[in-house]
C-alpha cells in the first residue's frame, strides 16, 4: 500500500475530537477537491510502499499507548488492501476511524466511518483541474454508497461549509441519503419475508426520517487558517443550531496551524 505519512497526533475534527491517536495517511485519491488541504496525495500524490506487515509494525511502535487509528488520505478506501490492514490493526486491539468521502463501499472492521461527502463547492477551477473537473463532479456525489456506509456502520457524517448557502445542498444531499436507506430497509424487509425467518412489518415512507441522527451531522467550516475558521463557525453556529446538527470544529489548525504531521 502506497503510505504518505503516519504520526502520532490528536483526532482534531469531529465526535472524538481530542482522541490520542495514530494517522495511517494513506496516498491517492479519487476525487480532486478544490480545497484539498492534503494535495500530496490527490493533486500530487506522494508516498512509498511499504507491505502490511511494515504499516502495522509502524503504527505499534509510534502509537505511545494511543489505542485509536485514524485511516485516512487521499481516499483510505481506494486500495483493496484497506480490507486487510484494517483487519490486522483491530486484531492489534487498535480502535479504527476510518475518514472517507463516501465514494466508495467495502466490508471491513471500523469502529467509526467518518464520511465527508463533497459538495459542489469543492468542484475544482478546470483550468487547474482539467479532465479531472469532470471526473471530480461525476464521482463526488453518490448517496446511495453512503447510505450502505450508515448502515453497516456506525459513523458520523462530516460536511466542509464555505457558504451559508451550502446547507441548502447539504439537506437536499440527507433527503437523498434518507431515500436510499428507505430502499435498502425495504430490501431487508422482503428478504426477511422470503426466507421466512420471521414475520417482517411492513414499512411506510414516513419512518425514513429516523434513519440520520442529526448529533451524527457535523458541519465544518472550510478553511486552513483561524482567523477564516473563526469568522465561518460565527454563521455556522447558528445554523447548527437550527437543524440539530454540530459544529465540527478544525482544533488541529488551533492547537499547531496548518502542517504535516498533525
Known amino acids: 500500500m502506497r503510505i504518505s505519512e503516519i504520526y502520532q497526533s490528536k483526532q ?54 494511543a489505542t485509536h487509528v485514524v485511516v485516512t488520505g487521499g481516499e483510505p478506501m481506494l486500495p483493496q488492501d484497506i480490507v486487510s490492514l484494517c483487519r490486522m490493526l483491530h486484531e492489534s486491539g487498535f480502535h479504527i476511524t476510518i475518514e472517507t468521502a463516501g ?7 471500523c469502529d467509526l466511518m467518518s464520511i465527508s461527502p463533497k459538495l459542489s463547492n469543492s468542484d475544482p477551477d478546470l483550468e487547474r483541474a482539467g479532465t479531472w473537473r469532470q471526473r471530480h463532479q ?20 462530516k460536511f466542509v461549509v464555505a457558504a451559508p448557502e451550502d446547507v441548502d445542498e447539504i439537506l437536499s444531499f440527507l433527503d437523498e441519503v434518507e431515500q436510499q436507506l428507505l430502499a435498502i430497509r425495504r430490501d431487508e424487509v422482503e428478504h426477511e ?4 425467518l420471521h414475520s417482517a412489518p411492513e414499512l411506510d415512507s414516513s419512518s425514513a426520517k429516523t434513519n440520520i441522527d442529526p448529533q451524527r451531522v457535523l458541519l465544518m467550516p472550510e478553511g486552513i487558517d483561524q482567523a477564516t475558521l473563526q469568522q465561518r463557525e460565527a454563521w455556522l453556529q447558528p445554523i447548527c443550531d437550527a437543524h440539530q446538527f454540530q459544529l465540527c470544529r478544525r482544533m488541529h489548525i488551533l492547537w499547531y496551524g496548518n502542517q504535516r504531521g498533525t
Open 103 to 109: 465514494t466508495i463501499d467495502r466490508e471491513l472492521a
Open 12 to 65: 482534531g475534527e469531529g465526535l472524538l475530537t481530542g482522541t490520542p491517536s495514530v494517522f495511517v495517511r494513506t496516498s491517492g485519491c479519487n476525487l480532486r477537491c478544490r480545497f484539498c488541504d492534503t494535495p500530496f496525495t490527490s493533486w500530487s500524490p506522494e508516498g512509498e510502499t511499504r507491505s502490511l506487515d511494515q504499516v502495522v509494525h509502524e503504527v505499534c511502535r509510534v502509537a505511545g499507548g
Open 193 to 196: 419475508k422470503e426466507s421466512n
Open 138 to 157: 461525476q464521482t463526488r456525489h453518490q448517496p446511495e454508497v453512503v447510505a450502505r456506509l450508515i448502515h453497516q456502520y456506525p459513523h458520523q457524517l
